[in-house]
């Protein structure tokens, strides 16, 4: 089973950025989907990004054209740059990682622990 850490978390004014990374350990890192996603305070777990094994990738709606995910295989890492700040991306961000992607989008696989993005207004 893969182990994954997060990093890259914190405070950022709105408007501004962060890159979110991933590093995994254990298991075959480049056949993995993986995947952010994000809980706020009172709102449900959503996902906000995926990358299938063969980097194509998925996002919600509301990060279209600012969040973008990247893997980089040689590192064991999965990353996601975050542009365009908006209050309303506060929330802990977690990434996961599935041998499958239809069970990675619902929810399964391993996780990390999690990192806080708060984006001040």
């Known amino acids: 089973q893969v182990q994954l850490v997060e990093s890259g978390g914190g405070l950022v004014q709105a408007g501004g950025s962060l890159r979110l990374s991933c590093a995994a350990s254990?298991?075959?890192?480049?056949?993995?989907?993986l995947g952010w996603f994000r809980q706020a305070p009172g709102k449900e777990r959503e996902r906000v990004a995926a990358?299938?094994?063969?980097?194509?990738?998925s996002y919600i709606e509301s990060v279209k054209g600012r969040f973008t995910i990247s893997r980089d295989n040689a590192k064991n890492t999965v990353y996601l740059q975050m542009n365009s700040l908006k209050p309303e991306d506060t929330a802990v961000y977690y990434c996961?990682?599935?041998?499958?992607?239809?069970?990675?989008?619902?929810?399964?696989?391993?996780w990390g622990q999690g990192t806080q993005v708060t984006v001040s207004s």
């Open positions: 990358i299938r094994w063969s980097g194509s990738t």
């Open positions: 254990g298991g075959t890192f480049s056949s993995y989907a």
């Open positions: 996961a990682a599935d041998s499958s992607y239809d069970r990675l989008v619902r929810g399964f696989g391993s």
